[in-house]
């Protein structure tokens, strides 16, 4: 199923120094816009870098107070893979 997903890099006008983001997508449908923790904001809590799921659609689709924050973009597309194959957003309890 991962090897259905790719992503695509942009920009995200937010308002914020978190600016770099990314398109994920399983096969044509778009299933999460990600943006990336800036050091600016984030380096007092050890998450800069980090990747944030700023809206998430079907099975990804998760609440702004429960996003998950991830090391990678392959993280991202685990916990997606995982999602996705259950069919539910909530797919720990699968």
Do not use: Y
């Amino acid at each position: 199923m991962i090897a259905s997903m790719f992503h695509k890099p942009v920009r995200l006008n937010n308002g914020t120094d978190d600016r770099d983001g990314c398109l994920l997508f399983f096969q044509d449908e778009l299933i999460c816009v990600l943006v990336q923790l800036s050091a600016t904001t984030r380096e007092e809590t050890g998450v800069n870098g980090h990747w944030f799921i700023e809206a998430g659609f079907g099975p990804c689709h998760v609440g702004p107070a429960a996003s998950p924050i991830f090391g990678t973009i392959d993280e991202v597309k685990s916990w997606a893979a995982k999602r996705l194959s259950c069919g539910r957003a909530d797919a720990d309890l699968c």
